[in-house]
């Protein structure tokens, strides 16, 4: 389907929605962070533009980003910014109880917005260069820089989940939404994808392209710079900030920098408040309240986790919280392709395209069907479908019908009829406690049905995990107690 729209993009010059609802929460306060870091240096951070208003943004420029030094004060600015929302959010819970006694969970949860993919991966390493600091001793830092750090990766993992929503790249957003006439590694530009949204002034599309591919209309998203621009401004101011001896000089040498890096970094900060009016505009799927519910439980669970613990997360998982780990992301993978697709029926279609569901209309059914059971009989309706959507399931494979709450049915026989399918299926569940089906529960010959292999709830988490204290042998034994060491904030590149 997303191939299709692309064609129909680039024949039609607009671009084509590739699904009917918005699938992410947009907090009603987002915090935007526009990043910049030092061509030729991993992660050494430039600039940063970050804020909750839109028109005042914080503004935090490093002098030199090649000093270890001016990298850790940078930590601390921007500290002193990120961390009163999280902590505010954190901080205002309310109660409630889901029938095993009152709990507490946050009202909001801090939703981070960066450009590109990229600006996750800054926000990620520049978690891992603060997480381990010390606040005594060689390069001690400010408190704050530590927490900074536990937090940013904390957000850096959670991006590595299908269905996050506290730290969101505008491009993928955009991406997930609509399909252009150009190639995802084009829409991986900002400017460029928001041409084809929301052509600036009323430009045509072709003269809103050429513009977005004009590094000096529209600077690149960072975190990376344009070549150009470090050539002939960011290089020579950098070293005209080295070579001064007085401090009045340094200081207008400096504010000449921080207006250059301002001027790369503001289209970015416009366009990306232009692009979460954008996807708010869009209706929100009915599964996204639900999501962003999940997300404020997660939320609350490390924020409890650094008030009682505050241990930085290891460089490097253990065995078995690895294994959870991955286990966790299959589950919600899982979880989230089939909340979109029961919730989206462009998100069905790619579905259907590729065999994974059905759409079609019954034949015939034998509703009052029972079949021999342990204690007597038991209901099991049988139900005949044909369709004329291509077919990739097996015989006793497990569908369901999103339009029943999920309800669960059994193939048990597939057969070529014409230019379709005539797919018998056995239903399991959901048609009441009686002996016979309840009203609606059982679909009618001439009803217009659709099945899908994709399963209501991922059954993951059951998995019985060992304890850490019990891994096995083949996977390094028992780890020890993590304790973080001085060595661990030792990195070559920060």
């Not at 005539?422 to 959901?430: A, S, Y």
Request: hydrophobic share 40%; with cysteine; net charge neutral.
């Amino acid at each position: 389907m997303t191939s299709l729209a692309r064609v129909l993009a680039a024949e039609q010059g607009r671009p084509q929605q590739i699904t009917v609802y918005r699938h992410l929460p947009i907090s009603a306060q987002p915090i935007v962070i526009v990043p910049i870091t030092l061509a030729g240096e991993t992660n050494a951070p430039l600039a940063v533009m970050v804020g909750q208003d839109r028109q005042r943004p914080e503004v935090i420029v490093t002098r030199q980003p090649r000093e270890r030094s001016e990298r850790l004060r940078f930590a601390e600015r921007l500290a002193s910014v990120l961390l009163l929302p999280i902590q505010s959010m954190a901080d205002d819970k309310e109660r409630f109880d889901r029938g095993k006694g009152p709990i507490e969970r946050a009202r909001q949860a801090p939703q981070i917005w960066v450009p590109n993919p990229g600006g996750v991966n800054y926000v990620r390493l520049l978690g891992r260069m603060t997480r381990f600091r010390h606040t005594d001793g060689p390069w001690a830092v400010a408190p704050s820089v530590r927490r900074l750090g536990l937090w940013l990766t904390w957000f850096g993992e959670q991006a590595e989940f299908a269905d996050t929503s506290v730290l969101v790249s505008t491009t993928s957003a955009l991406g997930a939404m609509w399909a252009t006439g150009q190639s995802a590694v084009e829409d991986g530009n900002l400017a460029a994808i928001m041409a084809w949204l929301a052509p600036p002034n009323g430009l045509s599309l072709i003269d809103a392209m050429r513009r977005a591919e004009d590094p000096a209309r529209c600077p690149p998203a960072g975190p990376a710079t344009d070549p150009t621009f470090d050539r002939l401004f960011l290089e020579p101011t950098l070293k005209a900030l080295s070579a001064t001896t007085t401090e009045l000089t340094r200081r207008q040498v400096f504010a000449r920098l921080t207006t250059l890096l301002v001027e790369q970094m503001r289209p970015t900060w416009d366009l990306m408040w232009q692009a979460i009016d954008l996807l708010r505009q869009m209706p929100a799927a009915p599964g996204v309240a639900q999501r962003w519910e999940t997300q404020r439980d997660e939320f609350t669970w490390y924020d409890n986790q650094l008030r009682t613990v505050g241990l930085p997360q290891p460089k490097r998982d253990n065995a078995v919280r690895s294994a959870r780990r991955l286990g966790d992301m299959e589950r919600r993978l899982a979880a989230y392709d089939a909340q979109r697709a029961y919730d989206d029926p462009l998100v069905m279609a790619d579905f259907r395209l590729e065999g994974e569901a059905f759409s079609g209309r019954v034949v015939s059914a034998e509703p009052h069907r029972r079949v021999p059971a342990a204690r007597g009989t038991k209901l099991r309706p049988l139900v005949t479908v044909f369709t004329e959507d291509p077919i990739r399931l097996e015989d006793r494979q497990s569908v369901y019908d999103p339009s029943r709450n999920g309800q669960q049915a059994i193939i048990i026989g597939i057969d070529r009829v014409g230019d379709g399918w005539e797919v018998t299926i056995e239903l399991q569940n959901k048609m009441g406690r009686g002996r016979t089906p309840e009203p609606g529960t059982v679909p009618q010959p001439g009803d217009d049905v659709l099945y899908s292999a994709l399963a209501p709830q991922f059954a993951g988490r059951g998995q019985n995990w060992p304890a850490p204290d019990q891994t096995p042998w083949t996977h390094g034994g028992p780890p020890l107690t993590y304790r973080p060491a001085t060595e661990d904030a030792v990195e070559d590149w920060s």
